[in-house]
């Protein structure tokens, strides 16, 4: 499949991303979001963004920009990639409406972090069509996309979807369906250690980060990296790996609760563990 159409559904930081690289890569994009200016919100990030690289010799922004416009309810496509909320319940009514609108043959694709792709693909009447396309923030920069296969998805829509994200200029890589996946099931623990670390008073925020920067040679902290994520959204995440694989080295340290009790979310709303301008 050449996927020419593409139904982006969420406009925030992923979903902006998403749609930023898949317009890049010549198609045309749909993106449909349902709350006030988000769509507003989510191509200023995309022209700031695309400037940066155009700025470094890459493809004109106003070009890229051209082949996205918003969609005010879903419209029909050759794919859904989703980048909503990370609610289990929330996807679920999201794939049934898509399966009522998208073409039979389309690909119905979920940018989840973690919950079941089997799940989604069971509310739909093409659970076939059904598949993980987890990508990675900032989209635009970095390359892995996780594809990850239902029980039910087809060898013909993984290989379709492993082309897209090549095409993309994306480094897929399989995994099968459970819980957290590959990536999430090791860094979402990591993540959670550190904050016990910062909890337990072993060590300060800097001094946990600088360890696994300069120890590890990790590119980012795993606080800061939270920050990045989203503290809710971490919090989400170990929520579905401790129900899902049952085991209590999962549950979500009390700091990160009490932090996403507290409001302080990471760099969305400007503190989690750092403060932020």
């Known amino acids: 499949m050449s996927f020419e159409r593409v139904l982006v559904v969420g406009a925030g930081q992923m979903g902006a991303g998403i749609a930023q690289v898949v317009a890049a890569s010549g198609r ?5 979001d349902p709350f006030p200016g988000a769509v507003e919100r989510g191509l200023a990030a995309m022209g700031k963004s695309l400037a940066k690289l155009e700025a470094r010799g890459g493809p004109p922004a106003a070009e890229v920009l051209a082949r996205v416009r918003e969609s005010a309810e879903l419209a029909a496509a050759d794919l859904m990639i989703e980048a909503i909320v990370e609610d289990a319940d929330a996807k679920e009514q999201l794939f049934r409406a898509a399966d009522e609108v998208l073409p039979a043959g ?3 694709a979920s940018n989840t972090s973690s919950i079941p792709i089997t799940s989604l693909a069971a509310v739909t009447s093409r659970p076939d069509r059904v598949i993980g396309m987890h990508f990675f923030n900032p989209v635009p920069v970095l390359q892995l996309v996780e594809v990850i296969r239902a029980l039910q998805t087809s060898d013909a829509t993984a ?8 095409d993309l200029g994306k480094v897929p890589a399989e995994a099968n369906d459970f819980p957290g996946f590959v990536s999430n099931r090791i860094l979402m623990p990591f993540v959670n250690e550190a904050a016990y670390a910062l909890m337990e008073g072993v060590a300060e925020a800097e ?10 040679a990790h590119p980012m902290g795993p606080l800061a990296l939270a920050d990045l994520i989203g503290l809710d959204t971490c919090v989400a995440i170990m929520e579905v790996l401790h129900a899902g694989l049952g085991d209590p080295k999962y549950a979500p340290c009390p700091l990160l ?5 507290a409001g302080r ?5 400007g503190r989690g563990f750092y403060e932020y301008a």
């Open 207 to 216: 001094a946990i980060d600088t360890i696994a920067k300069l120890g590890f």
């Open 106 to 108: 389309a690909i119905l």
């Open 257 to 261: 609760r009490r932090y996403v009790a």
């Open 28 to 32: 045309q994009v749909l993106l449909h």
């Open 265 to 269: 979310l990471g760099r969305k709303s």
């Open 159 to 166: 290989a379709a979807i492993v082309g897209l994200a090549r």
